[in-house]
């Protein structure tokens, strides 16, 4: 079942058109939504929760219309932009507090377990939580309004490795019972390895694909070659960085099955990312 269906979503700024996104989150799973800096991640997530308004598009959130029924879905979402950086001087216990009043189903017992399980501090303020802890703190507040979908947008971003991988697991647990489903933005493609059950991946406004995790890396490889076989293979690479050695590149997988001479290996997400994002097409080891 869809937790979540975008139907040719549409945005137009001057210079940048966000066009006929379209794709689904399924209930209990982590949709990664991957793309560069300005691909329209962000641009998304706001036109879908109506924080900017589309100029076209459909959005349901358990098959309703979410825009015609915003108050309703929207208390059923918990939304996380980055670090919580809001209230920086209030305590964690004045914000839920605050919280709390928005949403009927608040329950008082989940919020409690949560800051006990993520070590917070009721009694701190915001200003002293490191940008991990604000993550944590902003997941609680979502979590005890009883949302059903989290939307994460660069959640990990500036975080350490260790913290990084901490909130990856707390996101693997919030989805175990079937009940949660996280929509997760970010270029920091290596947290989704570990998490991810399925990709969007959105490239100048555009989605380039929505499929599942281990279908997206094991539609292409990571070939490499020297330098006398390029000329040959240069018109099915995605993308390729020719070095001293001669060059490696990637292909999509039946391409690579018939490139005889090349070395093959699996495609990990990361680097179906950066090849397909080359704009030339290549770049040299000087560049």
């Not at 996104?21 to 939504?33: H, L, Q, R």
């Not at 660069?154 to 697991?169: A, F, I, K, Q, Y």
């Not at 997400?269 to 080359?278: A, C, D, F, Q, V």
Request: glycine letters at 8%; proline letters at 2%; a negative charge.
């Amino acid at each position: 079942m869809q937790i979540l269906e975008i139907k040719g979503l549409r945005k137009e700024y001057p210079g940048f058109t966000l066009d006929n996104v379209s794709f689904d989150v399924e209930e209990g799973s982590i949709m990664g939504f991957i793309g560069r800096n300005g691909a329209g991640k962000t641009t998304t997530i706001k036109s879908v929760l109506n924080l900017v308004r589309a100029d076209g598009g459909t959005v349901l959130f358990e098959g309703t219309d979410l825009w015609a029924n915003e108050t309703a879905c929207k208390k059923q979402i918990g939304l996380v932009l980055g670090e919580f950086s809001f209230y920086k001087r209030k305590k964690l216990k004045a914000i839920a507090a605050v919280t709390k009043q928005f949403y009927p189903e608040w329950d008082d017992a989940t919020y409690e377990t949560l800051l006990k399980r993520f070590s917070l501090d009721p009694e701190k303020k915001i200003s002293e939580l490191s940008q991990g802890m604000r993550v944590k703190f902003a997941l609680a507040l979502a979590l005890s309004h009883r949302a059903k979908l989290l939307i994460l947008d660069e959640p990990t971003s500036g975080l350490d490795p260790v913290s990084r991988d901490e909130l990856l697991d707390i996101f693997r647990d919030i989805i175990e019972d079937g009940e949660h489903s996280i929509l997760f933005s970010t270029h920091i493609i290596s947290d989704l390895e570990k998490c991810a059950d399925y990709i969007t991946y959105i490239k100048g406004g555009k989605i380039v694909v929505s499929t599942d995790a281990d279908s997206f890396k094991d539609a292409y490889r990571l070939v490499s070659g020297e330098a006398e076989q390029l000329d040959r293979f240069r018109d099915r690479l995605i993308g390729y960085r020719a070095h001293a050695f001669g060059f490696t590149g990637l292909m999509r997988r039946d391409d690579a099955e018939r490139a005889e001479g090349l070395k093959i290996a699996p495609a990990d997400m990361e680097s179906i990312m950066i090849y397909t994002e080359k704009e030339d097409g290549h770049e040299s080891a000087a560049e």
